[in-house]
């Protein structure tokens, strides 16, 4: 069975996480951004929130 290429993009919204993988063949620059690993090293709200609450 042939492997489908996928790539990572940036998440529309937060509530679908860091990022959301696509087919390869669906990624369209104009409505799409790569999504880049060193970006979830970055504090998010989410992280901090969670952060924050594991500190009490």
């Known amino acids: ?3 489908v290429e ?3 993009i940036k998440a529309a919204h937060e509530s679908q996480g860091e990022f959301v993988v696509i087919n390869k063949a669906d990624f369209d620059s ?5 999504f880049e ?3 979830a090293e970055k504090p998010t709200r989410a ?3 969670k952060a924050a609450q594991d500190a009490e």
């Open 47 to 49: 992280r901090k929130a």
């Open 1 to 3: 069975m042939p492997k």
């Open 6 to 8: 996928t790539v990572k």
């Open 30 to 34: 104009d409505k799409h951004e790569l």
């Open 37 to 39: 690993q060193a970006e």
